[in-house]
C-alpha cells in the first residue's frame, strides 16, 4: 500500500453511475469510500484483495500504484485501462471512479412512482384535425395555401411550411382522402398525420442523478 498523504487533510471521491460524492482522509481505499457513501460493493474476500469482486474503474484522478494482489487478479490490459480492486487501490488526490454493476452489492433501484399533480398541458406542438377541400378546377390553390388557408380556418395559424414538410404533407392529404391532422411547432408545419392516427406526447425530469419519463 501507499504512504498517506500528509499534504492533503480531504479528499472527493465521487462514485458513478450511483451519483454519490463523499469526503475522505488522503490513503483511504476506494472501498472505505464507497462504504462511507453508503454504497455496498461485493466484496466476496472480505476486502483482503484476492479476488476481483469489488473492481472499479478510474475515471479520473490519481490512486496508488496497483498492488501485488490487483496484478495477480486483473489483467494488465485492464489495469492500463484503469480497472482497480477498491479493497486496494487508496486515493492520493480528487477521483471520479465508475462502479460496475457487478460490483453493486444491490441492483440500482429506479424510482417509478411519485406524487400525481394536475397540471394544464401547454405542449410546444399541436395537432389540428382538417378536412382539407380537394383541388379542382375551380380552386387551383397550391397545396400550401391551401394548408395555410384550411389551418386559419379552425383558428389555427401557420407561417412558416419546410418543403420537406410540405412533400410528406401533400402524400398523406392524397393518401388520407383529404382529412389529416397538421402538426405545428411554433407556427411552423412539421408533420401530417393521417386523420385517425393519435398524437403522444413524453415528459422528462432530468434530476441530479436520474431521468425519469412519463
Do not use: H
Amino acid at each position: 500500500m501507499a504512504a498517506k498523504s500528509d499534504t492533503l487533510t480531504s479528499i472527493s471521491v465521487n462514485l458513478e453511475p450511483v451519483g454519490r460524492r463523499v469526503e475522505v482522509a488522503p490513503g483511504a481505499t476506494l472501498l472505505e469510500a464507497t462504504q462511507r457513501a453508503g454504497v455496498e460493493l461485493v466484496a466476496t474476500c472480505g476486502g483482503v484483495g484476492v479476488c476481483e469482486s469489488c473492481r472499479v474503474q478510474l475515471v479520473s484522478g490519481t490512486l496508488s500504484q496497483a498492488t501485488v494482489n490487483e496484478r495477480d487478479e486483473l489483467t494488465a490490459s485492464e489495469l492500463d485501462d484503469g480497472y482497480r480492486l477498491a479493497c486496494q487501490a487508496e486515493v492520493l488526490s480528487d477521483v471520479s471512479v465508475e462502479i460496475p454493476v457487478t460490483s453493486l452489492a444491490a441492483p440500482q433501484r429506479l424510482q417509478l412512482e411519485g406524487d400525481e399533480v394536475r397540471v394544464a398541458l401547454e405542449p410546444p406542438v399541436s395537432a389540428v384535425s382538417v378536412n382539407v377541400p380537394r383541388p379542382s378546377l375551380e380552386d387551383l390553390r397550391s397545396d400550401g395555401q391551401r394548408i395555410r388557408d384550411s389551418l386559419s380556418e379552425v383558428g389555427a395559424e401557420v407561417r412558416d411550411i419546410p418543403r420537406r414538410a410540405l412533400v410528406q404533407a401533400s402524400e398523406t392529404m392524397r393518401d388520407n382522402d383529404w382529412s389529416v391532422q397538421f402538426v405545428v411547432r411554433d407556427g411552423t408545419l412539421v408533420a401530417t398525420l393521417p386523420g385517425a392516427a393519435a398524437v403522444l406526447g413524453i415528459a422528462f425530469d432530468i434530476g441530479t442523478t436520474k431521468i425519469a419519463g412519463y
